[in-house]
């Protein structure tokens, strides 16, 4: 996902923990335990990988 900050992109990967529709905003899990909260109009691209199992 590439995420737009104060004039820079920068990208973080993780799994889309929850979509929260009333504050607009993403919690990814970068990584066991490790989240972070990405507002939708900062998401300026996104790559899709399925997972299997």
Do not use: C
Request: charged share 25%.
């Amino acid at each position: 996902m590439t995420i737009w900050n104060e004039g820079f992109t920068h990208d973080i990967s993780g799994d889309v923990h929850y979509v929260n529709p009333v504050t607009y905003e993403l919690r990814i899990e970068l990584q066991p335990g490790e989240f972070e909260r990405v507002a939708f109009d900062r998401v300026v691209g996104v790559v899709s990988l399925l997972k299997e199992g």
